[in-house]
């Protein structure tokens, strides 16, 4: 059975542990805004292994190749770019370029980005994500922060933020929607 860990608010004499015994009071909201944030890792990893999971969030997070490719792309939508092939290249130094080519190449094919010849230099090609990743991005990522301001105190500061602007998307969603004719709501690859 679990075992509450102490808290102190005091100075602690002498050298640290190398196994800390206790919990030092005033980190008390942040400690539990970040339990808040683990449960919501394992929320993510529960979900995107779920047999019946979303077929767009299996894909990019079936291996950490895939996954860095994903976040490589996502990074540059969300500043308002789409990468050059080299570009995302660098972005993605970490995995090796036989992996690299293989996402990007099992990605175009299940259509979850589109590598298109920019027009202005015709020697790059562009990789753009497609509409069914973009939503399972911040469709995923919404629900995670749920999972986060569900399970962190109401009156936590670190939330109160993350809970406003959660808010704000899920009310700016419906107003897209209209616009632009699509939703986080929407459900592609069941």
């Known amino acids: ?5 102490p808290v102190t608010n005091d100075r602690v004499e002498g050298e640290p542990s190398h196994v800390p015994l206790f919990q030092y009071g005033p980190f008390a909201e942040y400690r539990e805004f970040m339990a808040a944030y683990f449960e919501a890792r394992l929320w993510w990893f529960d979900e995107q292994t779920r047999p019946e999971a979303d077929l767009c969030l299996k894909f990019w997070f079936k291996d950490r190749a895939s996954t860095t490719v994903l976040y490589g792309i996502m ?5 308002g770019y789409w990468y050059s092939r080299s570009e995302l290249r660098d972005h993605c130094s970490s995995i090796k370029d036989s992996a690299f080519a293989r996402v990007l190449a099992s990605a175009s094919e299940a ?3 589109s590598v298109d010849v920019d027009e202005v ?10 509409r069914e990743t973009i939503i399972m991005v911040e469709k995923f990522t919404t629900k995670y922060f749920n999972v986060i301001i569900d399970n962190s105190h109401r009156v ?3 939330t109160q ?8 998307i899920e009310e700016l969603d419906g107003k897209r929607k209209k616009d632009v004719g699509w939703s986080i709501f929407e459900d592609f690859g069941k």
Request: aromatic share 8%; hydrophobic share 35%; proline share 3%.
């Open 161 to 168: 933020g993350l809970r406003d602007r959660v808010n704000e």
């Open 156 to 158: 936590n500061k670190f």
């Open 1 to 5: 059975m679990a075992k509450k860990i």
């Open 111 to 113: 259509k979850y980005i």
């Open 75 to 79: 990074e540059a939508w969300m500043r």
């Open 121 to 130: 230099d015709k020697r790059q090609k562009l990789i753009r994500p497609t």
